[in-house]
């Protein structure tokens, strides 16, 4: 079957192309050559140098990196220092609030009780004011 | 395949032009031969033999000793190829394909050596109307006479797709050749 069609292949598989002058075009290849890149050369000496250089960078750079850290805990104790105090001196401030006595004028124990207030709130301003201050300076 | 000393190789790999031309006048006919069949054309085949020995010759250095030397530099040609192939339009048959085909066929002498030109003339009749990867199979086991297994190797085709080609590119070749009166 398909004899004609196998026989075709088969002297196609027979034929070569003919290369004319291969001497000359050998020479032609070499000629078109470009020169072999030079490939640099690391001395094994200065490539141990590179890698002692690389860690000494990256161990400066992680006890920079643990000092900000530090610090940066540190600022943060002080503010949660901070908050922890401020109840604590509302209450001693409750303490010493003073009560109503009865016989005395009314009128008079409430203008007083309001000025005590009033001083009592200019305290409370100031020490906020000087704890905000030491806050910003931290 | 032609096979070259390791020594060799580690004087070109130092620059020397000398031993490289010895590869060169080992290879070139192997080389032209298979860029020829699948470019159907001397001017093309011999640009990319020019191509694949300075291709050759840029990456000696990647050149593994425990592969065949002989494969690897068809196999650098053979992508040569293929890139060629894939930046050309589309193969157009030549109007005198047909009648070289017919001579061919009919040839009184059918070991003669056919002349470059006449050659590309048949092969071009046969493969003009196959895809790319049709082509690159026929080319490499039926005119190469490579098993699937070196022509998946040198091309990079899986086995399996580059067999599947061949089957169709043998199909339509026949059925081709059925239309022109060839049985």
New interface residues.
Partial sequence: MNNQIDNIFDRLQKQQPELHDPELFADSIIAALPDRPQKSIVHPASRRKGVILILHTFSSVAAVLLLVLFLWQSYDGITFHETEVSPDYSSQLAKYQPQFDLSKDPAQQIAQYQERKQEQISQRNQMRSILSLNKTTH | MTSIDPPVIQRC?A?D?AA??EI??AY??LL??VA??MLCD?DE??DI??ES??HI??HLEDYDQQRNFGSWVYGITVHLCLDRLRQKDRWGEMPEDEEL?AQ??DDPE??R????SE??G??RG?VSRLSDQQRIAFTLV??E?LTVAEASTVSGIPADKLKSNLYVARQN??KQ??QSG??
Avoid: T
């Fill in positions: 790999i620059g032009k490289f031309r060169v006048i070139q006919r032209f031969g020829f069949k001397e085949a011999k033999l020019q020995f300075i010759w840029q085909l061919f066929a059918p070991d050596q056919l002349e470059n050659l590309a048949v092969i046969l039926h005119l006479n070749i026949r050749l059925i060839y049985e």
